[in-house]
């Protein structure tokens, strides 16, 4: 299974900017999603997530700034980002969480590669 993360980039501040997510290979199924966020030297930090029937929840600083979505058939996780501030630069990494194999109560964390988000003027 891999995760292929793109949409990142550089934005101005106010701007918006939509990352992608990807999974593929052998997938049963896909329970957890979300977006994560890491800067210099600090931990990865969550950013927002989403489950299989679609609740969200997002950290504080984006609420009502970040939309996270999944399109199940695709595979695919979505964070749209606007009226983004300087502080929201950082390297973002998605999340899927994958069953072994399909009902299987056990499950594994598959990451992205990181995509960069810089906002600035």
């Known amino acids: 299974v891999q995760l292929q993360a793109s949409g990142g980039g550089l934005v101005q501040p106010g701007g918006s900017v939509r990352l992608s997510c990807a999974a593929s290979?052998?997938?049963?199924?896909?329970?957890?999603m979300g977006w994560y966020r890491q800067g210099p030297g600090k931990q990865r930090d969550l950013v927002a997530s989403i489950t299989t029937d679609g609740t969200t929840n997002y950290e504080d600083s984006v609420k009502g700034r970040f939309t996270i979505s999944r399109d199940n058939a695709k595979n695919t996780v979505y964070l749209q980002m606007s009226s983004l501030k300087p502080e929201d630069t950082d390297v973002y990494f998605c999340?899927?969480?994958?069953?072994?194999?399909?009902?299987?109560?056990?499950?594994?964390?598959?990451w992205g590669q990181g995509t960069q988000v810089t906002v600035s003027s």
């Open positions: 999340n899927a969480r994958i069953p072994l194999a399909l009902g299987s109560a056990l499950s594994r964390d598959y």
């Open positions: 290979g052998n997938i049963p199924s896909i329970g957890f």
